[in-house]
Structure formats: C-alpha cells, structure tokens
T-cell receptor, first 113, second 111 residues
Framework: NAGVTQTPKFQVLKTGQSMTLQCAQDMNHNSMYWYRQDPGMGLRLIYYSASEGTTDKGEVPNGYNVSRLNKREFSLRLESAAPSQTSVYFC????????????FGPGTRLLVL | DAKTTQPNSMESNEEEPVHLPCNHSTISGTDYIHWYRQLPSQGPEYVIHGLTSNVNNRMASLAIAEDRKSSTLILHRATLRDAAVYYCILAGWTGANNLFFGTGTRLTVIP
C-alpha cells in the first residue's frame, strides 16, 4: 500500500516551458487535492477534485490546469511556467470530501529559472 | 473565510508536555478541527481531529473549547521527533473554499 505517490521528485524548468505533475493514490479515495508551499509558508490549495470527473478552484488556481484522469490519478499542468511558480507541490487525497482526513504525498520540488 | 490563528513558534523541553493553541473564532457548526504536522522536507501528516468533544489518540490529545472558538493540541511527552510545524485547519463540507493551512506553529524540542 504505497498511499499517495508523486512524480517527479524534482524538476527544473525554464520560463515558458510546460510540464505535468503526476499524482496517484491507491487508497480508493474519492477526493484529491493539489497544494503549493512556498519557502517558509504554509500550504495553499490550488485545485480540488471531490470525485472523478469534478474539479474546483482553490485559493491560487491561476497558471494551472488539472485533470482527474480516473479515481486514482490527479494531474497538475503548468502550461507556461513562470519563476513565481517555483515551489514545492503536494498532492493529497481523502476518502470523501474536505471534511475527511487528508493523506499527503512526498511532494515535487519545482524550480523555474 | 474560516481561518485559524496560531503562534509562529514554540519551544519545549524534551519529555515535557506541550500545549499548542489555535484560535478559530469564525468556525461554523459543521467544521471539524484538524491538526497536521510537517516534518522537515516531508509532506504533512495527520495528527488528530475533532468536532466538539475532546479527543485522544496514540499521538496526541485535542482539547476543544466549549464555544469551539479555540482548541489546543497536547503532546503529552515531547520527543525530538516531534519537532515539526503544526497546522490547525478547519475542515467543513463546503468544499475547497474552506481549506486554509496558514503558516502553522514551528515546535522546537530542546534536548
């Protein structure tokens, strides 16, 4: 039981490049989340998916798109990366809804030059 | 917006109890109070949660004020492995608009 996995662990991009961060969970959870964490700051919600086929914007959605590919996978795409998107990105999942306990992945560290 | 307020940092001596406070004056009746902690270079991990009554688990205890506008996470005997950033969040059924982690409390444990 791997829990929540994220790939890649670390990525360097140039300004304007695109990339997709992958997240998968094997706990049969319905809800999934993407957060970003800037140095010395708390987590901020980017997007949330209550269930397969649904997504909602969080606190900081600009510059990102998401896809809930199936129940297991929730990807985050940066279409044109900017230095302001340098951050650590965490994916999480919960059984059903935002009231439930969230289980987090190990994070993806992204550096945009 | 349902947000929480926590002290930026706290210190504790090893093997002594630690009381981490959290204020949440705008809590709604259906909001659960969740606590997570984040060890260095790791994702947050769940610690404990509650709605109205005090809660205990193997990691910690959660004391919730009668009016629910504040709560306290209690670590009964701090160890060096408890050094982390502790986040108090409100989790309701209202979706993404209600999830705010804030900056948390950085706990330093002194040997």
């Amino acid at each position: 039981n791997a829990g929540v996995t994220q790939t890649p662990k670390f990525q360097v991009l140039k300004t304007g490049q695109s990339m997709t961060l992958q997240c998968a969970q094997d706990m049969n959870h319905n809800s999934m989340y993407w957060y970003r964490q800037d140095p010395g700051m708390g987590l901020r919600l980017i997007y949330y998916s209550a269930s397969e086929g649904t997504t909602d914007k969080g606190e900081v959605p600009n510059g990102y798109n998401v896809s809930r590919l199936n129940k297991r996978e929730f990807s985050l795409r940066l279409e044109s990366a900017a230095p302001s998107q340098t951050s650590v990105y965490f994916c999480a999942s919960s059984l059903a809804g935002t009231q439930e306990t969230q289980y987090f992945g190990p994070g993806t560290r992204l550096l945009v030059l | 917006d349902a947000k929480t307020t926590q002290p930026n940092s706290m210190e504790s001596n090893e093997e002594e109890p630690v009381h981490l406070p959290c204020n949440h004056s705008t809590i709604s009746g259906t909001d659960y109070i969740h606590w997570y902690r984040q060890l260095p270079s790791q994702g947050p991990e769940y610690v404990i949660h509650g709605l109205t009554s005090n809660v205990n688990n193997r990691m910690a205890s959660l004391a919730i004020a009668e009016d629910r506008k504040s709560s306290t996470l209690i670590l009964h005997r701090a160890t060096l492995r408890d050094a982390a950033v502790y986040y108090c969040i409100l989790a309701g059924w209202t979706g993404a608009n209600n999830l705010f982690f804030g900056t948390g409390t950085r706990l330093t444990v002194i040997p």
